[in-house]
């Protein structure tokens, strides 16, 4: 089956700077790599979601990168907010399954 | 509309207890999902139902747990005689299909093993 490693397992960085959270996967035939945001106490939500069909999609603040031959995607967060702080979560959907596999976890602190 | 929605949302119950989690997901998703979160760590996968076709419980820890999904709507997940490792936060999500669409969750039921 898929497995995802998630890294850094804990980020600071200060208001302004930037942040970047990697992610790796196994199977080579994923083709869906979403990234969740996960507040203190609330749940999960989508931020951003890239396909195996293109190598960057940006949203603002947010952008999302994929590198197929390497089997690795990551979340880059420009000019960060204390709004930022959260655990963010990156997933893979496998070639042949319906259900994504979840990376361990960024608990992302952004300081004044 | 509604989005998911999660009942209890908080759940104490004394060891060796059995729990019932509900689930409601969004009216017309096809694909549900449920997943522990143990204080302070990632989302650990436990089942996945799609439409009427057989669930997916290769994440289900141990014969304790079982799940169903009634009418393709509700789903119910039962924890039998409860241990204290089954504290966490229990969460459900819906999608409108399987696969590469977006995975909406429920606020989660907190189960605490006494």
């Known amino acids: 089956g898929e497995n995802v490693e998630q890294h850094p397992s804990t980020l600071s960085v200060q208001e302004g700077d930037s942040a970047v959270i990697k992610c790796t996967y196994s199977d080579s035939a994923s083709n869906y790599f979403p990234w969740y945001k996960q507040e203190l106490g609330k749940r999960p939500q989508l931020i951003i979601d890239?396909?195996?069909?293109?190598g960057e999609k940006k949203d603002q603040r947010i952008a999302v990168t994929l590198n197929k031959t390497a089997k690795h995607f990551s979340l880059h967060i420009t000019e960060t907010q204390p709004e930022d702080s959260a655990v963010y979560f990156c997933a893979a959907l496998g070639g042949t399954a319906s259900k994504l596999t979840f990376g361990t976890g960024t608990r992302l602190q952004v300081t004044l | 509309g509604a989005g998911v929605s999660q009942s209890p949302s908080n759940k104490v119950t004394e060891k060796g207890k059995d729990v019932e989690l509900r689930c409601d997901p969004i009216s017309g998703h096809t694909a549900l999902y449920w997943y522990r979160q143990s204080l302070g760590q990632g989302l650990e996968f436990l089942i996945y139902?799609?439409?009427?076709?057989?669930?997916?419980k290769s994440g289900l820890p141990s014969d304790r747990f079982s799940a169903e999904r009634t009418g393709g709507s509700v789903s119910t997940l039962t924890i039998q005689r409860t241990q204290q490792e089954d504290s966490a936060v229990y969460l459900c999500?819906?999608?409108?299909?399987?696969?590469?669409?977006?995975?909406?969750f429920g606020p989660g039921t907190r189960l605490t093993v006494l």
């Open positions: 890239i396909r195996s069909n293109v």
């Open positions: 999500a819906s999608s409108l299909n399987p696969g590469d669409n977006e995975q909406f």
């Open positions: 139902f799609q439409g009427n076709s057989a669930p997916d």
